[in-house]
């Protein structure tokens, strides 16, 4: 079974800080890799998307790569803002059978 | 297309009472999802289907939870009788092909006294 692992848990960054949040997972044999933030009380909204055939995805200040062969991911967040404060979720897709698999979350808080 | 639908968005019901969640995927998409958010254990893939037929719901946590997908628009998730320790936020969620972006539903933040 697919073991999805996010670190940090938590991180707290003063604004106008670039920032990388981690995802780390247990079998390599995945189809992509998505990147989601969920605000309080909300539900998750996507952010990236990563084929299993790309390295990596951009979309405005942030940016995800992906290393299948180490079962790694990173979401960078270029010049961080306080509207960026969030949990921060991963989903792996795997190859098997196309069940979507999810981290523990890194929460997010920047601070003014 | 008004995304993934789902309804109620609380519920509060009483135990041993019977609770069905709903849930309208977005149209086009043949993949559908549900999971269960709680404090503890994050968020947990329950059952998901392909075209309408469960694919895998070993992570239906007991017989009191069933779910269906009787057509493509349409999916319940149904818990008979409830208990307390089934308090938490139901989601539900679609993609195309199983392999491309997921979408998700609000939720469902389900209460049972």
């Known amino acids: 079974k697919q073991e999805v692992t996010q670190i940090p848990a938590a991180l707290s960054v003063p604004e106008g800080e670039n920032l990388v949040l981690n995802c780390s997972f247990t079998?390599?044999?995945?189809?992509?890799l998505q990147w989601f933030r969920q605000d309080p009380g909300k539900g998750l909204t996507s952010l990236l998307l990563?084929?299993?055939?790309?390295r990596e995805q951009t979309s405005g200040r942030l940016n995800a790569s992906l290393d299948k062969s180490s079962g790694r991911s990173t979401l960078y967040i270029a010049a961080s803002q306080p509207g960026d404060s969030a949990t921060y979720l991963c989903?792996?897709?795997?190859?098997?059978?196309?069940?979507?698999?999810f981290g523990a979350g890194t929460r997010l808080t920047v601070k003014p | 297309d008004a995304g993934v639908i789902q309804s109620p968005r609380h519920e509060v019901t009483e135990m041993g009472q019977e609770v069905t969640l709903r849930c309208k995927p977005i149209?086009?998409?043949?993949?559908l999802f549900w999971y269960r958010q709680t404090m503890m254990r994050g968020l947990e893939l329950l059952i998901y289907?392909?075209?309408?037929?469960?694919?895998?719901d070993s992570g239906m946590p007991e017989d009191r939870f069933s779910a269906k997908m009787p057509n493509a628009s349409f999916s319940t998730l149904k818990i008979q009788p409830s208990e307390p320790r089934d308090s938490a936020v139901y989601f539900c969620?679609?993609?195309?092909?199983?392999?491309?972006?997921?979408?998700f539903g609000q939720g469902t933040r389900l209460t049972v006294v």
């Open positions: 079998d390599s044999a995945i189809y992509n």
């Open positions: 990563i084929q299993s055939s790309q």
């Open positions: 149209s086009g998409h043949d993949y």
């Open positions: 289907f392909n075209n309408n037929v469960p694919i895998d």
């Open positions: 989903a792996v897709i795997g190859g098997w059978g196309n069940d979507m698999r």
């Open positions: 969620a679609s993609s195309y092909r199983g392999n491309t972006e997921a979408f």
